[in-house]
């Protein structure tokens, strides 16, 4: 797709707080993003004029996507649950990631994690923006091969996957997939002896928010055992993988998995094999992605020969800023301090148990703002600290753990009724089901 071809108005859309609970409506406005017909040539894409241009007229639009939503409600005659939650999805947001991604890291193919939010039209644009899919379970292969991606785009990366949804790769024909694991490679032996086979190692991921090498990965001590079980087997193994761990805030992780991915190739000639992929995994922040990728481009040119395919798992970099989320205060308690000075506690109709998971799975803390108070829209007011208050925010459940933000500030006095936002929210999505 040109740039060109995109230069059209890509709709905003406001989709239900969530797909899998049934909390909200689903509602669509007819709103749009920045038409993206100009891309600059500056070697910062992300950070230049134009695109902040666009960033800000995407706010526009993502502001009135919100207030239009909002002033359709009846409050006193609207069905249960006619206030609650919604997210705004600003799809440009994703596009103009995607053309950071291509620009920072031209040869590193993106396989998009659909763990980390997968919305429908999230999938539906990244398949027409060509990239691949990282798919962890038989639900997520579906998805995407029932929006006709071919299955040479899907890598099935679980390094532990249930023996039927083996099964299930090799009959649709998905046949990259990462092990980790001797018994892994027992399972695929006997169910899909042809799949092409990614070994997924550990990384030292002591520095990210989510620890995945406490889970998956084969220590490097144990690679070669398995590579010897695998030629044995007579399994074929095509590559290596990695993941540095969800928030990643050490663009050197990247470089040392890059070298330990080489010992790894090395270590598989010895057994006969000739690997051709590179896996280099999801980690990518928003915030220090340029600084991830002006190490990591280097590294694996300085690595691995142009003959190796290197592929990515992005999940939450193309997804996380790009979803806005607009809740109800529905009810409001005053607490007092042995001073006598007044905060509040705010009790929203979303939280942790819902679209705020985030903040007990994956270490998020989602910073509360007002969208509405009483009849003002508030949305990317400048900071003021004229009259802060404090807050504590909770969410719906009778459960004390359903707390959102334990202690924050805000420049009004909020009250029942009001609407608060929190931008960043697309990376927490309840996944599909496993
Ligand atoms: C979750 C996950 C990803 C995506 O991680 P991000 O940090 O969101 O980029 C990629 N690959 C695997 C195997 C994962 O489990």
Not at 215 to 223: E, R, V
Not at 256 to 279: I, Q
């Amino acid at each position: 797709m040109s740039p060109q071809e995109t230069a059209v108005w890509t709709p905003v859309e406001t989709t239900p707080a969530t797909q899998q609970q049934p909390l909200c409506p689903q509602v669509m406005a007819p709103s749009a993003i920045s038409p993206l017909a100009y891309i600059s040539t500056a070697t910062n894409y992300y950070n230049d004029a134009a695109t902040e241009t666009k960033r800000a007229f995407a706010k526009t639009l993502i502001a009135n996507a919100l207030q239009e939503r909002i002033n359709s409600i009846d409050y006193d005659k609207c069905e249960p649950g006619g206030e609650d939650a919604f997210f705004v999805a600003d799809l440009g947001e994703i596009y103009r990631q995607h053309m950071r991604w291509k620009r920072n890291l031209p040869r590193v193919e993106a396989f998009y994690a659909v763990k980390c939010n997968p919305n429908m039209t999230v999938l539906r644009l990244l398949a027409a923006l060509g990239t691949g899919f990282d798919c962890a379970s038989k639900t997520e292969i579906q998805t995407v091969l029932d929006m006709g991606v071919s299955p040479s785009r899907i890598v099935y990366a679980h390094p532990c996957k249930t023996s039927s949804y083996i099964r299930y790769a090799s009959q649709v024909d998905v046949q990259m997939m990462t092990f980790d694991n001797a018994e892994e490679l027992i399972k695929i032996h006997k169910f899909f002896p042809n799949a092409k086979l990614i070994l997924r190692i550990l990384t030292d991921d002591s520095k990210s928010l989510c620890r995945l090498s406490l889970k998956y990965g084969a220590p490097l001590k144990t690679t070669r055992s398995l590579l010897e079980l695998a030629s044995r087997l007579g399994l074929n193994i095509i590559g290596v993988s990695f993941h540095v761990g969800s928030g990643s805030y050490d663009p050197t992780a990247f470089v040392r998995s890059v070298e330990d991915a080489r010992r790894v190739f090395d270590e598989a000639t010895e057994f006969g094999y000739d690997l051709k992929l590179l896996d280099v995994g999801g980690g990518y922040g928003p915030d220090n992605f340029e600084s991830v990728a002006s190490l990591l481009g280097p590294a694996l040119d300085k690595h691995f020969p142009p003959s190796v395919r290197v592929i990515a798992e992005p999940g939450r970099y193309y997804v996380a800023t790009a979803f806005t989320i607009a809740t109800h205060v529905i009810a409001r308690r005053t607490v007092k301090n042995d001073d006598g000075v007044a905060s509040y506690m705010l009790y929203l109709n979303d939280g942790v148990y819902g679209n705020f998971s985030g903040k007990l799975f994956d270490h998020q803390n989602p910073v509360a703002k007002i969208l509405k108070h009483r009849d003002e829209y508030l949305y990317d007011s400048p900071e003021s600290d004229a009259r802060l208050i404090k807050y504590s925010v909770w969410g719906p459940t009778c459960d004390s753990l359903d707390c959102i933000d334990d202690n924050c500030y805000l420049p009004e006095k909020v009250d029942v009724g009001d609407w608060l936002y929190f931008t960043d929210m697309g990376g927490q999505f309840s996944p599909l089901p496993f």
